[in-house]
């Protein structure tokens, strides 16, 4: 990509930097501490599935067993695998039941026991990891197998309630072009701290994500992706309370992307600061793993602020979450950093504004698949007026070279889209690309001119934010409300009492492989 | 056509008359657009001309007449969208169109926090909370975070509300302990499940204890909400105001002003 904004190179350093400087308490704050979620990840990775009969998962019943005898501060496998090897259990499942019945005195061992514990810990974990890895290899022998789209892929949305309704209209949306299919949760899901088990057929404007769920869309898009001959991603959301368990049953059913956003929770959800961080960076070590997209959620932060004011606070967390991100292990390749096309069009020069930003996004991360939102607080009801925005949208996208593009549609904020709202913004995306491939390369903002101007106007605001953060510390700044509008302090929200400090001989079996590799 | 004309009004211009009908270009043409998709298939021949068919059926039926098939396009194997145009031969009768005044106006963000600006002077505090053994926050979270519900943001996004969300499983004492201690100006409290009349239980309560611990003062307004709850019931319930399925954020907002913040 031939650079066109003039940036100079030492205030992308020194942004880089600041936000390194920022983000790296909070690395050792997850360093130090581990979550229940985190825990149940781990019981996930080697093995444990199923729910009890009111549908709590048996790695919930697990985990809260371990907390409530031996403490979760030097992680469940010591004390799990420990109980598993003297009551000769002939799986985790059989040790949960009993667990969860109040059968089981989980103490931590040690001396012999604990060698042996861990050793057996490690070794159903290594089949975990394994798994992962098998699917990752899978994606590259299906990717060689059919094709990988040319980008900008573009990205469709399904959210009936019910995956087996989803199922036919995410084919469907394959047929007609999509190349990645997000699968939309259910409200509310996000502050469950609990993942839902097996196919379900009811949600709230969204379907839940469960591991089943996953298992079931993927292979149908398996399907769809061998008659096209064009490998069809699928996407769904790691964040909220349980962000390390979906990761990892991402991983292990071959999702392709996941929404996983280092602040989205805090600040749209109000999960508690710590924990969300700790969550994330075990998610994140898992997608870098599985080979796995991620997509982050600077689309939110222009939603609820004027998306001129706020440009920079987008740059600001694209730059924590590359951070973060690069440091659990994720590629450049697995940074889909996220923003959006939500500029008032009654703004003068909206369009140009729009194409400022997006051009210094795609400057500032050459190598990142970036996320392109579009318009969606400014569309009125008035479809067709929404449609041309959508085309504007689409223009901005392919001139300034996005990676993958959210597909808008003229009927969004009214209903989840018709078969026809989806088939015409296709038909406009498709026009745009068509029409207007070769812009991109003819399009040279003149120096110092408007562009130019406005791309380092918006980075000099954010090396001052980022600045102003390095002062308070990033937790201070969130208790602030620097993101977003909302004060989110370090020890509110939800979710806090599931946030344990690390004893000494603390013991992920699965975080030791995932560092280990990285 | 145009129903019946009764002398210019006081201003000269014609008064406006009690039966119109769509305008496309032309007054009286009665001209309209609809587009719709039909689950037929559009490939060969036989197929489009049996999908045309179909589409001028389904607009003659809808009252169109004569009726345009403007454009028909096959999307996928199995569907077929149209764009029709057409007369209607309906009449609107003016006379006939009633209006349900809804008891507080609608009102957008930046009018909310202009009213508790204008009306209080200071920030309007909000409480939620699900009480007893409610573990389902949705309800509640969907009217209060920043996140929202059906493409309106929560009452954390107005910048002259305050919001404490207590979360799940809040007794009632402590409901309203903090109720006091933060000095709220209304208490959102939802209820989701249901059985054993649950809700109805968990409302009378709160609002028992709210009326016993503020005796002689001016308690917070008490709004409770929940897809079980009957509108008609907040007087029964002693409530100040229920809020059923549906109800966005941007009412919740609207309603508090009204009743806390009068211009």
Not at chain 1, 24 to 38: D, F, M
Not at chain 1, 427 to 453: D, I, S, T
Not at chain 2, 60 to 78: C, F, I, R, S
Not at chain 2, 208 to 232: I, K
Request: glycine letters at 10%; charged letters at 25%.
């Amino acid at each position: 990509m031939e650079p066109k904004l003039g940036l100079d190179q030492a205030v992308v350093r020194q942004a880089r930097a600041l936000a390194q400087a920022a983000g790296q308490p909070i690395v050792e704050l997850a360093r130090t501490h581990t979550t229940v979620s985190v825990e149940r990840a781990v019981l996930r990775l080697a093995g444990l599935d199923g729910a009890d009969e009111d549908g709590m998962p048996w790695v919930n019943r697990l985990v809260e067993a371990v907390r409530d005898s031996a403490g979760l501060e030097h992680g469940v496998a010591l004390p799990a695998w420990d109980a598993l090897l003297a009551g000769d259990y002939p799986g985790l499942g059989e040790l949960a039941r009993d667990a969860a019945a109040g059968r089981v005195k989980f103490h931590l061992p040690e001396g012999a026991d604990a060698t042996a514990a861990r050793r057996a810990a490690a070794a159903a974990l290594g089949r975990g990891i394994a798994t992962i890895d098998a699917r990752r290899a899978e994606r590259d022998a299906m990717i060689r197998d059919t094709s990988d789209p040319p980008k900008p892929w573009i990205y469709l949305i399904v959210a009936t309630g019910d995956i087996y309704e989803d199922i036919p209209q995410a084919q469907a949306a394959a047929r007609e072009g999509a190349d990645i299919i997000a699968v939309i949760r259910s409200t509310g899901q996000s502050l469950l701290d609990y993942v839902p088990e097996g196919a379900t057929r009811e949600g709230y404007a969204g379907t839940y994500a469960t591991r089943e769920n996953f298992r079931l869309m993927r292979a149908a898009l398996d399907d769809v992706s061998r008659e096209l001959g064009r490998y069809v991603r699928l996407t769904n959301y790691a964040s909220g309370l349980c962000m390390p368990e979906i990761a990892a049953l991402a991983g292990l059913e071959r999702l392709d992307m996941m929404l996983n956003d280092c602040m989205y929770g805090i600040i749209f959800r109000d999960i508690n600061p710590r924990r969300t961080f700790i969550d994330q960076r075990f998610s994140r070590q898992v997608h870098a793993r599985a080979g796995i997209v991620i997509n982050t959620g600077e689309d939110n932060y222009l939603t609820t602020a004027d998306a001129v004011d706020a440009a920079h606070t987008v740059v600001v967390s694209q730059l924590l979450n590359e951070f973060f991100g690069k440091e659990a292990g994720l590629a450049d390749a697995q940074l889909g950093l996220g923003h959006a096309f939500e500029i008032n069009p009654d703004v003068p020069d909206s369009f140009v504004l729009e194409l400022a930003h997006a051009q210094l996004v795609r400057e500032l991360f050459p190598d990142a698949p970036l996320k392109y939102m579009p318009p969606t607080k400014h569309m009125t009801g008035n479809v067709f007026a929404g449609y041309l925005l959508d085309a504007f949208f689409n223009l901005a996208g392919v001139m300034t070279d996005q990676s993958i593009l959210l597909i808008g549609m003229m009927t969004e904020g009214i209903h989840t889209p018709f078969l026809s709202d989806r088939d015409l913004a296709l038909e406009n995306a498709r026009y745009v690309a068509r029409a207007a491939a070769r812009l991109g390369e003819n399009f040279r903002p003149p120096p110092g001119g408007f562009v130019q101007q406005r791309a380092h106007q918006v980075l000099g605001e954010a090396v001052d934010l980022l600045r102003r953060i390095g002062r308070d510390g990033l937790l201070g700044a969130i208790a602030d409300g620097t993101f977003g509008i909302t004060r989110r302090p370090a020890d509110g929200g939800r979710g806090l009492d599931g946030v344990i400090t690390r004893a000494d001989g603390y013991f992920n079996p699965a975080t030791e492989i995932l560092e280990g590799a990285s | 056509m145009t129903g019946p004309a009764s002398p210019g009004g006081p201003e000269g211009r014609p008064p406006e008359p009690a039966v119109i009908r769509p305008y496309g270009d032309t007054t009286g043409d009665g001209r309209v657009q609809v587009s719709f998709t039909l689950p037929v298939p559009f490939g060969s021949e036989e197929e489009r001309a049996r999908a045309e068919g179909a589409a001028l059926q389904l607009a003659t039926a809808m009252g169109l007449e004569p009726a345009m098939v403007v454009h028909a396009k096959g999307m996928g194997q199995d569907f077929t969208f149209f764009i029709v145009y057409g007369r209607v031969s309906h009449l609107v009768d003016l006379s006939q169109v009633t209006v349900v005044p809804r008891e507080f106006p609608l009102l957008s963000s930046a009018e909310v926090n202009l009213r508790i600006r204008g009306g209080l002077g200071r920030k309007l505090v909000v409480l939620g909370a699900c009480i007893g053994t409610d573990a389902h926050t949705v309800g509640i979270d969907a009217i209060l975070n920043v996140k929202g519900h059906a493409g309106e943001k929560g009452l954390e996004y107005y910048r002259e509300m305050r919001v404490v969300n207590l979360g799940a499983q809040v007794d009632v004492d402590k409901l309203v302990a903090r109720t006091r201690a933060e000095r709220a100006d209304a208490v959102l409290v939802s209820q989701v499940v249901s059985q054993r009349e649950a809700h109805l239980a968990g409302a009378r309560e709160v609002s028992a204890a709210l009326r016993a611990t503020y005796a002689g003062e001016r308690a917070p307004l008490l709004v409770v909400g929940g897809p079980r709850f009957d509108p008609a019931m907040a007087a029964d319930l002693g409530v100040d105001k229920i809020f059923g399925r549906g109800t966005t954020p941007r009412e919740v907002a609207s309603y508090l002003v009204h009743a806390l913040a009068a211009a």
